[in-house]
């Protein structure tokens, strides 16, 4: 059931077309960075593989020095499970256990009641059992069944082509009744037409008039 969160993070999409090689590295003083989920770093790589670490907030004199071990766009149960089974912790911070997360909402689901336009949230994101609730009906949901239902949005997630705006667009509109749209699935397809407008084949930028011809196409980056 978990396992099927490690597969949500889809921003691929450079990788995908411009890499021919997946490479590895290894970075000792990088290494040395503490794991935030909110860290005051974010890092980066130069045409010659090496890592560069830039401060991405202001940093006190004194304050630690920290990085993130999981992509900052999911979340807390992804995040939580993929640092359990990949790093052997399970991370406490603020951000893990706000069920808002800083109000990203990133693991909201949509509530399963007809009328309500609420989102389902972790009760308590720091307990794996712990039951969801909706912010505005405050229907529940066994923790069971919200891991079926993101199980079963990364199953459909993992045959999805992200780097095709044809399907990216079709899957945000077929599930846009299940899944709210701060979700980190919707929010890293989303990132992902981003990058494909303006530089895939076919998407390229070339003036007013070519955005004009097709107003559609920005649609589900606009929608909420």
Not at 27 to 34: I, Q
Not at 76 to 83: D, E, F, G, M, V
Not at 164 to 187: E, W, Y
Request: proline share 5%.
């Amino acid at each position: 059931m978990r396992l099927e969160l490690a597969r949500v993070s889809v921003i691929q999409y450079w990788s995908q077309v411009t890499c021919t090689a997946s490479l590895r590295g290894l970075y000792p003083l990088g290494g040395m960075l503490n794991h935030a989920c909110t860290p005051n770093t974010r890092r980066g790589y130069d045409c010659q593989h090496r890592m560069i670490i830039r401060a991405a907030v202001p940093i006190v004199k004194g304050t630690e020095v920290t990085n993130s071990y999981t992509a900052l766009l999911w979340g807390t149960p992804a995040r939580r499970h993929q640092l359990y089974t990949t790093k052997h912790f399970l991370c406490t911070c603020p951000r893990c256990e706000d069920p808002q997360e800083k109000g990203s909402l990133l693991s909201a689901l949509r509530c399963c009641t007809s009328d309500c336009t609420g989102c389902i949230l972790p009760e308590d994101p720091l307990n794996s059992e712990s039951p969801w609730g909706c912010s505005t009906c405050h229907r529940s949901m066994t923790s069971q069944r919200a891991g079926v239902v993101q199980s079963a949005l990364g199953k459909v997630l993992g045959r999805l082509d992200t780097t095709d705006p044809v399907s990216i667009n079709r899957f945000l509109r077929g599930h846009k009744r299940v899944v709210a749209t701060t979700n980190q699935i919707i929010v890293e397809l989303k990132c992902n037409l981003v990058c494909i407008y303006g530089h895939a084949a076919g998407y390229q930028y070339s003036g007013k008039a070519h955005l004009l011809c097709d107003p559609t196409m920005f649609l589900s980056l606009l929608e909420y």
